[in-house]
């Protein structure tokens, strides 16, 4: 019990920083209304952007597009690269339970189309919903205020 209580929870405190994820917000103007799209997590079912890990050969711009197209079905209008737009913080649970600081880098991405096949599809719900909307059904409080200040950040 202690060699798991190490392996799962004191060891992975110790030896890890803080770590850091992309995320897209994915967003569209529908009939005048700025809305995004939210999916819901594999593990929790929590609404959540679509986000990654970091990968090698990749900016984090490019992870957080690659992560709205397997995540989410997202095909990116072509004529815009993804803007930093701001970043918030949470405690990703990992295996065992513990959590560990995570800094999440946003990118906004003007959608063009949606795909329904795509490598997570029927895994995820997909939502388009307005920024207010989306602050009340996220959990993270950073990332609550970040889709609050959403309209002023992309010029709506």
Do not use: C
Not at 48 to 74: D, F, H, T, Y
């Amino acid at each position: 019990m202690l060699g798991a209580i190490w392996k799962n929870f004191l060891a992975l405190l110790l030896r890890r920083p803080a770590r850091f994820q992309a995320a897209a917000l994915v967003y569209r103007r529908e009939a005048g209304r700025l809305e995004l799209l939210l999916i819901t997590s594999l593990t929790t079912g929590r609404w959540i952007l679509p986000k990654g890990w970091p990968e090698v050969g990749l900016e984090s711009s490019g992870v957080a597009l690659q992560e709205a197209w397997e995540e989410a079905g997202v095909r990116p209008a072509e004529d815009r690269a993804p803007v930093k737009i701001g970043l918030y913080r949470y405690d990703k649970k990992l295996e065992g339970g513990a959590p560990m600081r995570t800094e999440v880098h946003v990118y906004a991405i003007p959608v063009k189309k949606l795909l329904d096949d795509f490598p997570e599809a029927g895994r995820r719900e997909r939502r388009w919903v307005t920024p207010g909307a989306a602050a009340g059904m996220v959990h993270e409080p950073e990332l609550k205020a970040l889709l609050r200040r959403l309209p002023d950040l992309l010029g709506s």
